[in-house]
Each structure stands twice: as structure tokens, then as C-alpha cells.
């Protein structure tokens, strides 16, 4: 077992199996181990949104864009005014970067347990069975490899660890449902989650882009992949628009706004405020 | 502009290729090759295709088709698959292997032609999962287990006759006395299912999960299970005769030859191999393998011949001494195979050592690489 597996997918894994062990439903249990990982990695969120907001007011505010003007034709000076802004103002650009990074592979980590624990095939049943810590069973008699095993993948008439296709009986043909609500979900979250880019113009064609590339791309990964991993990404979208409602900036005016060009009700309001 | 839509979309690729390629083990169904021998030729599932190989010399068996000669592989096209369970074949000269491809919509279980490789029919109306494992052919019937738990019996041309559904999946081959069907199941159960009717004769419950096919012999069924035990089963009424309990899982199925059975546990440098006496249970003796032997040893010429995952090929004696040993740099999960003279061996993920061939003296005779 490599470190990556000894340090993050064997704890993730066991942790998703003991949640399993308990409430016996493993769609129940992929559901409330994407919670718990997420109210685990609150606290980066809630830097990283805090943060970027501080850069949102930052490049909304009068001395960036006078410096932006003064210095457009110089990138070295612009860089180094840029620097000298962020320190007058209290804000480093890597406090944004950071959560981000520190979540990022407790993110792959998640996915990777979720589609381990799904093993479908005897060679994955192996590496399952290796990863399952056990000592666990001495505290967790459910935890044992005979009780946990087969794990069972149907959850909502759905096969975990098969892509799910729902066969409408009206018209008599079959249609992706989970991974169209993952589009769905995952589009939401992107707009209503992104912080307004104030005036720059490259910056909004990079959210509008990222609102468009990201649910296609994971729709696809829904469509293709087992629905077990469909189900992680239908409930981290919809736990984070929770988490970014409950500090109160979540933005459903961004909803509907398809075009780089507009300017989003927050970013006009922290321009008035700082004029 | 269009440099940063290329960086997001190259960032999107990365991402995706993380949170694919770092779990890709589950995402595209992986698992170790199956290998059957039928006549002078070997067929190895091992992927993308089934490899004809000649026993004689370990050569890709080849077709010429207008004036180009091509290795003779199925599918032709390199679609359909990965396989991975032992092809069949029938009294008729078709080649039975289904499609473990788990993030299709469809499961076709494949017949072709042995001898041209050419597809005759495909079935997967009602196939809800894939196909890890080999069918048996019992009296021109073929009962193909799938991983949604049905096993599934057609006539030779693909007609569908019935089905016998277990509770879990069917990781494993049937087996039969002739009478009878075996078969054993992720569900902690074994069965006896009747080959006409496809109804079960009876089911007894185990103590965990079972990935290995059954033994029968002599009206016993032996079988292990991932939670390290061996039982014995009267092969008529399903009574547990007798059960022995080992450290370290067991996944590859039992070899029986005389009076005793031979097996390998699963459990990283721990993993033995055992000899038991078959009337009781008893440990004959056991063999310190060195690493974890998950499939069945194969017993020939005197010869207890197996594997480790490790990639050591090891033969030893009927008394447990080992004779000799080989090392592949490969992971070895695949059961060896006897064919003639030879012992073959299938490791797993090697696109330069996909079959090795030994004779009983540990010789090394020949290696399969196939052909670009």
C-alpha cells in the first residue's frame, strides 16, 4: 500500500464503512460521508470564501483600478503595485489558494474511497478486504469482513457501482436522471456560488466558461461512471450552495445570467460602496 | 483570450484525469486473466481481447485475410470487451466469454467460432451486470454466471432457457457432478441448482462471501470462503460435514486430488499453502508461500504448482517440499493451467509477459508477448 492509500483512501474507506456498517444502506452512507467530509473542511471553505470576497471589495475598490489604468502598459510595475495593494490592505493572495489546495486531495481521497468500497470485481474485492482496518472489528462486530461484505450497492433502485440509466416507461427509452441533476446541481452551485469578478472582463469569461465546462464535465463522469460517485456529486453540490447560503453568499441573481458582459447585484453594490 | 479557455479547459482535463486515473482500479473494471486450454491451443482473457496462442511455441495463432496476415484475437475490432472470466467452449466448436465492462449500459455475453474467432451471437436482454467468470457447458447447455446474481442457461444458439437468481453476485464458474449444478455466491451461499429447470435443490448458508468456484468429488463439495474457511458439504443435501477455519482469506478454489485437498490463503507474506486430509479437515501440512496465493494451486505430475502474487511460481512435492521456484515480475493471480506437458501461467497487467510457459522441472520454455 502506497502512502497516498495508507494516509488518505484506508481512513476515508474505513470511516465510509463503519457509516455503512451502521445505517446499513450504502447510498445513505456515501450521502451522509460527503457531509460529514465536507462540515470536516468547513473551516478552509469558509476561509477560502472570506478571502476571496476580500479580493472581490479589493478589485472593485478605486486605487486598484487607478492602478490598473496608470499601469496598463507596464506588467512589471502593475505586478509589483498589485503586491504593494495587497499588503496596504491586509490581504495574501495565497490565503485563497490554500484551503483550495489542503481540499483538494480530501476531495480525490472521497472519490477514491467511494469507488473503492464499491469494488466490483474480485481483484477490487481484494484490495477492499486489505483496506479494511482489523482492528475495527474488535470495537465494531459489524465491521468484520464477513458481515461487510457484500456490501450492498442498491440504493433507490439504483446500481452504485454501475451508471444509472431510468427506464421511462412512457416513451420506452432510458435517460441518465442522476447525471442530468449532476449537471443541474453542479451548474447551480458554479453560478450562484462564484464570487462577481467586479470589472474584469477576463475574469468573468473565466467564471462564465468555468459555470459551462464544469457540470458538462462532471455530467459526463455521472454518465459514464459508477452512480455512487453521482450520488457524492449531487449531494457535495447541493451541501455546499448549503453551506455558502448559511454565510449568507449565495448570489441567485447570478442564476440566470448567461453573458460575460453583466455585472452581478454584489459586485454593483460593493462599487457603490466604495465610491 | 483563447490561451486562458485552453488553461481552463486544460485544467478541467487534469481534474478529471485525477479524480479518473487515481481511482481508474474500479472506474474501468480491472481483474486477473482467464485462461482455458482446448486442443493445442491456449485462450487467454486477458483485456481488451481473447488471445489464441499455440501451446507448441507460446506463438499468437494468426489468420491471413486478403494477403495480410493478422493475429486471430476476439473481438477483431477490440470492442466489447474487457474479459476476464476462463472461456468455454462447446461440443460444437463455439468459444463462450462475456463482457465484464462495467460502465456500459449493455453486458453481452460473446459466442464464437474457436477456430476464426468470429462472432455467432451475442446475448444481453436481461444481463444487469457483468461476466467475471467462466460458463460451464453441461449436455449442450451453457450456464453463464453473471455479477447480478443470475445464472443463466442458453441453448448453442443462444436462446435463452432459464435462470437461477442468487441473492448477490456470481464471481465464480459452476461446477457439476454430472447431475447437479454448483455454484457458489457473494451472498455467503452455496447451491445446488438443477441443470433442467434451473430450481435450486438447495442453498446452505457459509460464514462469508465466497469468489471461488466449488470443488465436487465423491458426493462432496468443498469450498472456501474470504472469511479463511474451508468446508466440506454433502453434495446432495448441502449438510456441512466438516469446516476448518485458517488465517488470511481464501479466494482461489480447493484442488482435490486422492485423499487430500490443496489450497492457498490470501494474507500479503503470511499466505500459505495447505493440505488438508479431505475425510476430516485435518492439516496434512502447510507451506509458508511467502506472499498471498489467491488462486488455486494445480496439482500435476506429482506436484503441487502455485502462485504467489508476489510473482513467485512455486511447485512443491505431495508432502509440502518444495521442488523449485520461478520469479516473474508481475503480479500473479491467475490460477496455473496445465497444457500437455506444460505448466502455464497468466500474470496480470504485463503487456510484455502476458503467458508463461514451464515444464514440470521449473524449466522456462516460452513467453507470450503479442504482436503490435
Redo the contacts between chains.
Keep these: 500500500m502506497n502512502f497516498w492509500d495508507l494516509l488518505v483512501v484506508q481512513p476515508m474507506t474505513n470511516i465510509l464503512l463503519t457509516i455503512f456498517g451502521l445505517v446499513g444502506n450504502f447510498g445513505i452512507a456515501i450521502i451522509l460521508f460527503t457531509i460529514l467530509i465536507r462540515l470536516i473542511t468547513h473551516p478552509l471553505m469558509a476561509q477560502q470564501i472570506k478571502s476571496s470576497q476580500k479580493m472581490q471589495e479589493l478589485n472593485s475598490s478605486k486605487k486598484w483600478k487607478d492602478i490598473q489604468e496608470k499601469y496598463k502598459g507596464d506588467r512589471e510595475k502593475l505586478s509589483t503595485e498589485q503586491m504593494k495593494l495587497y499588503k496596504e490592505m491586509g490581504y495574501n493572495p495565497m490565503s485563497g489558494c490554500l484551503p483550495t489546495l489542503i481540499q483538494f486531495p480530501i476531495i ?1 481521497g472521497l ?2 474511497s467511494v ?2 468500497a ?10 477492499l ?2 483496506t479494511i482496518y482489523p482492528w475495527l472489528e474488535n470495537i465494531l462486530p459489524r465491521m468484520s ?2 458481515s461487510l ?2 456490501i ?1 450497492n442498491f440504493f433507490l433502485g439504483m ?1 452504485l ?3 444509472e ?1 431510468t427506464k421511462l416507461p412512457i416513451l420506452a427509452i ?1 435517460i441518465p436522471i442522476l447525471a442530468i441533476i449532476v449537471t443541474l446541481t453542479t451548474y447551480v452551485q458554479t453560478k450562484v456560488t462564484t464570487p462577481s469578478t467586479g470589472s474584469d472582463p ?1 475574469s468573468k ?2 467564471s462564465t ?2 459555470s459551462i ?2 457540470p458538462l ?1 462532471l455530467g459526463y ?1 455521472a454518465i ?3 452512480s455512487g460517485l453521482a450520488v457524492y456529486f449531487v449531494v457535495s453540490n447541493l451541501f455546499g450552495i448549503g453551506q455558502y447560503a448559511m454565510m449568507g453568499k449565495v448570489d441567485w441573481s447570478n442564476l440566470f445570467k448567461f453573458s460575460s458582459g453583466n455585472s452581478s447585484t454584489t459586485s454593483k453594490a460593493i462599487a457603490k460602496k466604495n465610491k | 483570450m483563447r490561451i486562458k479557455t485552453v488553461f481552463l479547459l486544460a485544467v478541467m482535463l487534469v481534474l478529471g484525469s485525477l479524480l479518473t486515473a487515481c481511482g481508474n482500479r474500479s472506474l474501468a473494471s480491472t481483474d486477473w486473466p482467464g485462461l482455458t486450454v482446448q486442443g493445442d491451443t491456449a485462450y487467454l482473457a486477458a483485456g481488451t481481447y481473447v488471445y489464441a496462442i499455440n501451446i507448441a511455441n507460446g506463438q499468437e495463432t494468426t489468420v491471413t485475410l486478403a494477403d495480410k496476415t493478422a493475429p486471430l484475437r476476439f473481438p477483431s475490432d477490440g470492442r466489447g470487451g474487457p474479459f476476464y472470466g476462463n472461456p468455454a467452449f462447446t461440443s460444437d466448436g463455439q468459444m463462450i466469454v462475456g463482457s465484464a465492462n462495467i460502465n456500459d449500459r449493455k453486458h453481452p455475453l460473446f459466442s464464437a467460432n474457436a477456430t476464426d474467432l468470429a462472432t455467432k451471437w451475442i446475448y444481453q436482454e436481461q444481463a444487469k451486470d457483468i461476466w467475471l467468470s467462466g460458463a460451464l457447458i453441461l449436455n449442450d447447455v451453457i450456464y453463464a454466471p453473471n455479477s447480478d446474481g443470475g445464472l443463466y442457461a442458453f441453448d448453442l444458439n443462444g436462446s435463452m432457457k432459464g435462470k437461477f437468481v442468487a441473492e448477490h453476485a456470481l464471481w465464480s464458474s459452476p461446477v457439476t457432478d454430472g447431475q447437479n449444478i454448483y455454484v457458489s455466491s457473494m451472498d455467503h451461499h452455496v447451491y445446488a441448482v438443477n441443470p433442467a429447470n434451473l430450481n435450486k435443490i438447495w442453498g446452505t448458508e457459509l460464514d462469508a462471501s465466497i469468489i471461488a468456484s466449488p470443488t465436487v468429488k465423491d458426493g462432496r463439495l468443498y469450498v472456501p470462503t474470504i472469511g479463511g474457511t474451508v468446508f466440506a458439504l454433502n453434495a446432495e443435501t448441502g449438510e456441512i460435514l466438516w469446516q476448518k477455519n485458517f488465517d488470511g482469506g481464501i479466494t482461489g478454489q480447493v484442488a482435490v486430488e486422492g485423499d487430500r485437498l490443496y489450497f492457498g490463503s490470501e494474507m500479503n507474506a503470511a499466505g500459505k499453502v495447505y493440505a488438508l486430509n479431505t475425510e476430516d479437515g485435518s492439516t496434512i501440512w502447510s507451506f509458508d508461500a511467502g506472499g498471498s496465493v489467491t488462486s488455486s494451486p494445480l496439482v500435476k505430475d506429482n506436484l503441487v504448482v502455485f502462485v504467489t502474487e508476489t510473482g513467485v511460481v512455486r511447485a512443491l512435492d505431495l508432502d509440502g517440499k518444495s521442488m523449485w521456484q520461478q520469479s516473474l515480475d508481475a503480479k500473479l493471480y491467475s490460477s496455473p493451467v496445465s497444457a500437455g506437458d506444460l505448466i502455464l501461467i497468466a500474470p496480470l497487467g504485463k503487456s510484455d509477459l502476458m503467458l508463461v510457459a514451464y515444464d514440470n522441472t521449473g524449466a522456462q520454455k516460452w513467453v507470450f508477448t503479442p504482436n503490435k
Design positions: 480525490i472519490y477514491q469507488l473503492r464499491l469494488a466490483a470485481t474480485p481483484l477490487a474485492m481484494l484490495t478486504t486489505r469482513i464477513s461484505i457484500p450492498n446500481n457501482a454501475q451508471p440509466w432510458s477576463q469569461q473565466m466558461m468555468m465546462y464544469m464535465l463522469f459514464n461512471f459508477a
